[in-house]
């Protein structure tokens, strides 16, 4: 299984790749989306979205993962503890 990226390592991998294709006009051209689009992921103003990841040879997995519990405790004036619980943020 391959290791996860995050988005900011996906617009990395495609501006290496717009290097490597000669500019975003060259790999936009090359991948059938617009040089704008291309532009805008560069540049974080938009997400990469399925034209781009495909182009990438990415797929987006959507995971959710369990909420880690919290101890918290309630106190009374001379600092004894009056209750413990976990509660999930």
Do not use: I, N
């Not at 988005?7 to 501006?15: F, H, K, N, P, T």
């Not at 936009?28 to 399925?50: K, L, N």
Request: hydrophobic fraction near 45%.
């Amino acid at each position: 299984m391959s290791a996860a990226l995050r988005e900011e390592d996906v617009v990395a991998r495609l501006r290496e790749a717009c290097v490597a294709a000669g500019g975003q006009s060259a790999w936009a051209a090359a991948h059938g989306v617009s040089v704008p689009y291309v532009h805008d992921v560069c540049r974080g103003r938009r997400g990469p979205g399925e034209s781009v990841l495909r182009g990438l040879g990415l797929v987006r997995e959507v995971r959710y993962v369990p909420r880690e519990p919290r101890t918290v405790a309630l106190y009374d004036a001379d600092s004894v503890t009056l209750v413990e619980a976990e509660v999930l943020p």
